[in-house]
């Protein structure tokens, strides 16, 4: 077994550009493994551990699929029902006891910061699959993947984000990886869902200012790629607030005629209405592409962990 | 001549240009409470300083705080001044000084951070910016100033 290539993956902010770099080409390596069309048992006897404090579809299924793909195999929990943390076990202990029982960890938590303090207390490599509203780092790594693969490039692509972009943690931190490769940033959100001030900052401390644009029409005229999410019903309070902008944008093929030809539209799903799904025909949809990207980052992110090529 | 608000004492630390209000914060952020204490402290409140300036002053008798202490009295009064006293006399006379990492000393602002949930751990931050005291938290990342409304 190598070197591995780095202790943990907790945040996009602990990474260089050319270390960014170095996982996407080791992700387009995996491809053939991630399709079933090549076999690798490079993780054989190797387990990951899933321990996922809330509910997730994809990023779950995805690192299950990229671990059994290399070879490895999985176990863990998807809710705290009937676990030992129901009876009031706190996370610091649960970490210590699952890393021995595990290989490497991949962890999704509501609160902030919670990957960064597994990763402080366990000698296993810690994967961040979702701390609260903070960084979600594999996701971001599929993004500019998913990107990099259509367009050939990101240095100097015109990127409108579109939605959430308060309580959404995908686009915080991929904004800022899109800032770092030097992509143009356009902004588009409801009022009460706009980029938080410190997002900003760090954006422009990267020397990318940001623009914003009051319709979505003015915004995809000149955009190669429309990246949107989802109005997180669970992140309102207030049903009536969740109403008022739940429905303030649509996709549909119709919008799309308005900008460039080869305008991708990527989506880290799950979509409730705001892709309209005669979108799903259309060479503009990248999204399905972008999920089905999560098999191979995530096993190079895996193999780069723990020191292993196939 | 001028009368002293404060009497001079004979041994311990004296605190002085501690930004104006801040002297009771100054203690708490030292850990000093009645019930760790076997001496004397004196607390002035809003008095004029040489250059006219507002300032408080704390004085702790019989103790001489080591380095490590007071650097947190950076983190809430970063022109304080700390004077070590032996028979009347300043032995050392030293600034303040941010220390470049803070363990323990300060909530995070955060209230979703983890380290505001009932985990067994210690916060952490790296300082950020000096003017204003802009402080960045290791495990949610969040950047925080007005540290005087989060000591622990």
Redesign the interface.
């Given at each position: 077994m190598g070197k591995p290539a780095f202790s943990d993956f907790v945040?996009i902010?602990d990474f260089t550009k050319e270390q960014i770099n170095e996982i996407m080409r080791n992700a387009a390596k995996m491809v053939p493994y991630a399709r079933g069309e090549k076999k690798t048992n490079v993780m054989s006897g190797k387990i990951l551990g899933t321990l996922f404090y809330e509910p997730s579809t994809r990023t779950k299924l995805s690192f299950e699929a990229a671990m059994l793909r290399l070879g490895g195999a999985t176990m863990g929990f998807s809710s705290t029902a009937g676990t030992s943390i129901e009876k009031g076990e706190?996370?610091?202990d649960t970490i210590r006891v699952t890393e021995s029982y595990a290989d490497i960890l991949v962890i999704r938590?509501?609160?902030?910061?919670?990957a960064?303090?597994a990763a402080d207390l366990s000698e296993k490599p810690v994967i961040n699959a979702g701390?609260?509203?903070?960084?979600h780092p594999t996701q971001t790594v599929l993004d500019l993947y998913t990107m990099l693969e259509a367009k050939g490039k990101l240095e100097g692509l015109n990127i409108v984000l579109l939605g959430d972009l308060k309580f959404g943690r995908t686009v915080h931190s991929l904004a800022e990886a899109l800032a770092m490769f030097g992509a143009n940033l356009t902004l588009v959100a409801p009022s009460s869902l706009e980029m938080p001030r410190?997002v900003i900052n760090q954006i422009e401390s990267m020397g990318v200012k940001p623009n914003y644009a009051h319709s979505l029409e003015e915004a995809i005229s000149d955009a190669d790629i429309l990246y949107v999410t989802r109005i997180q019903k669970e992140r309102f309070a207030d049903p009536t607030e969740y109403a008022k902008v739940s429905g303030s944008y649509r996709i549909d093929t119709k919008l799309l005629k308005q900008a460039k030809s080869d305008i991708s539209v990527m989506h880290p799903l799950p979509r409730v209405n705001e892709i309209d799904p005669e979108v799903d025909r259309t060479p503009h949809s990248l999204y399905f592409r972008q999920a089905a990207n999560g098999i191979p980052v995530r096993m190079a992110v895996l193999c780069m962990l723990l020191g292993v090529e196939p | 001549m001028k009368e002293l608000k404060v009497q001079p004492i004979r041994n311990g630390t004296v605190i002085d240009h501690i930004e104006s209000g801040m002297a009771l914060n100054v203690l708490k952020i030292l850990g000093i409470t009645s019930d760790n204490i076997r001496s004397t402290i004196s607390v002035a409140m809003h008095v004029r300083s040489k250059k006219g300036e507002w300032k408080d002053i704390v004085k702790i008798e019989d103790r001489e705080l080591f380095a490590r202490e007071v650097d947190r009295i950076a983190l809430i009064s970063p022109r304080a001044t700390i004077n070590i006293i032996r028979d009347y006399n300043v032995a050392e006379k030293r600034k303040v000084k941010i220390p470049p990492v803070i363990r323990g000393i300060v909530r995070c602002a955060n209230p979703n951070c983890i380290t505001n949930s009932n985990e067994p751990v210690e916060t952490e931050f790296s300082v950020i910016r000096e003017f204003p005291l802009t402080l960045k938290c290791h495990f949610c990342d969040r950047t925080q100033s007005r540290v005087e409304e989060y000591i622990i």
């Open positions: 945040s902010r706190n996370f610091s938590h509501p609160l902030e910061g919670a960064r303090l701390d609260g509203a903070g960084q410190d | -």
